[in-house]
């Protein structure tokens, strides 16, 4: 089974930290993931990554970075952050290919910002 | 952009009844895949449609894809408090990215 593993399931901030979500795949995957889920808005894409040392902004980069140093990293840092990034965060793998491959998540990043 | 509706947005109904979740796009997708999310978890596919009026079972769960490619439901017959749980639709728009629906909040009360 792909295990998508998540560092923290809960994190507590306070505003103007830099703040790091780190995120492991084991199944030697190519692509990454990083969405934002809030009530009613469903998962947005962040960033994602479709190979070591590559990166692609999402639909709401705004805020954030990424950094994919080995294949079975991906990491989100929020450089300064802010109460509108209170959210709960998702990190998902899934293979190269024709698009209709499966998004494997983790459980999930819930981070508060004071 | 293209966007997913996703409807309703929160279902409540007893053991036994039967339901069902619509997805609705003006935009065409090359496929369309169902996730259910329960709590404290990430989504976990359920399905892949592909071809345009495509029918899949999953044993109470039947999901059609429509003729145009554009739209997606998902059937639930006699649904069971182990269906409680939030489904969301995706369709995919290139080789890396979902567009994501809302999502519905199921509830099945025993």
């Known amino acids: 089974d792909v295990k998508v593993t998540q560092s923290s399931r809960y994190l507590v901030k306070r505003t103007g930290e830099k703040v790091f979500l780190e995120c492991v795949q084991d199944?030697?995957?190519?692509?990454m993931f990083w969405y934002r889920q809030d009530p009613g808005l469903g998962l947005r894409l962040i960033y994602f990554?479709?190979?070591?040392?590559?990166?692609e902004k999402g639909d709401i980069p705004e805020g954030y970075s990424v950094s994919r140093e080995k294949k079975e990293r991906f990491s989100l840092i929020l450089e300064s952050a802010s109460t509108n990034q209170t959210s709960m965060y998702l990190c998902?793998?899934?293979?190269?290919?024709?698009?209709?491959?499966?998004?494997?998540f983790g459980d999930g990043t819930r981070l508060s910002i004071l | 952009t293209q966007l997913l509706e996703q409807s309703p947005q929160f279902l409540s109904i007893q053991e036994g009844e039967n339901l069902t979740v619509y997805c609705n796009s003006s935009?065409?997708?090359?496929?369309l895949q169902w996730y259910r999310q329960e709590p404290g978890e990430g989504p976990v596919l359920l399905v892949t449609v592909v071809t345009g009026g495509e029918v899949k079972k999953l044993k109470r769960l039947t999901f059609q894809f429509g003729d145009a490619r554009k739209d997606s439901s998902l059937h639930i017959t006699a649904a069971q408090p182990g269906d409680t749980g939030l489904y969301l639709c995706?369709?995919?728009?290139?080789?890396?990215?979902?567009?994501w629906g809302a999502g519905t909040k199921l509830i099945i009360k025993p």
């Open positions: 935009s065409v997708f090359s496929s």
């Open positions: 995706a369709g995919v728009r290139s080789n890396y990215q979902l567009i």
């Open positions: 199944m030697d995957h190519e692509n």
């Open positions: 998902a793998s899934s293979t190269a290919g024709q698009g209709n491959q499966p998004q494997h």
């Open positions: 990554s479709y190979d070591v040392k590559m990166k």
